[in-house]
C-alpha cells in the first residue's frame, strides 16, 4: 500500500502555471506506474497523465489525456518518493481537485479501477 500526499493547488489567472507535487510512501512507489486525475464539480473523475517505473531511473513512459497534452507535464523522482503535475497554460476548464494515485502494475493506466491508492487531492482553480 502507498500512501499518497498531495500538495501545490491554488488559485491562478487563465494562462499560468502551477506545479503539483505528490509525496509517497511504501514499498510499492518503486515499482508502480505512478498518475493523475482530476475531478470538475458536478463530472466523473478523468485521467490527466502517468508515468512508469523506469527501474530506479527518473523518467519513463509516459501517456496524457488529450485536453492536456503539450500543456501538462508528468515526472517522478524516485530518490526522493515524488510525482509532479507541471501544467502550463491553464485554461479555466482545468479547475477540479487534482489526485496522485498509484497504479496496481506497472504500465500506462488510465482507468481509475486501474489504481489501488489515492491521494485526498489538491484543488486548482483557474480564473477567466
Known amino acids: 500500500q502507498v500512501q499518497l500526499v498531495e500538495s501545490g493547488g491554488g488559485l491562478v489567472q487563465a494562462g499560468d502555471s502551477l506545479r503539483l507535487s505528490c509525496a509517497a510512501s511504501g514499498h510499492t512507489f518503486s515499482s508502480h506506474a505512478m498518475g493523475w486525475f482530476r475531478q470538475a464539480p458536478g463530472k466523473e473523475r478523468e485521467f490527466v497523465a502517468v508515468i512508469t517505473w523506469n527501474g530506479g531511473f527518473n523518467g519513463g513512459f509516459t501517456k496524457y489525456a488529450d485536453s492536456v497534452k503539450e500543456r501538462f507535464t508528468i515526472s517522478r523522482d524516485n530518490g526522493k518518493n515524488m510525482v509532479y503535475l507541471q501544467m502550463n497554460s491553464l485554461k479555466p476548464e482545468d479547475t477540479a481537485v487534482y489526485y496522485c494515485?498509484?497504479?496496481?502494475?506497472?504500465?500506462?493506466?488510465?482507468?481509475?479501477?486501474?489504481?489501488?491508492?489515492w491521494g485526498q487531492g489538491t484543488v486548482v482553480t483557474v480564473s477567466s
Open positions: 494515485a498509484a497504479s496496481r502494475g506497472n504500465y500506462l493506466a488510465t482507468h481509475p479501477s486501474d489504481f489501488g491508492s
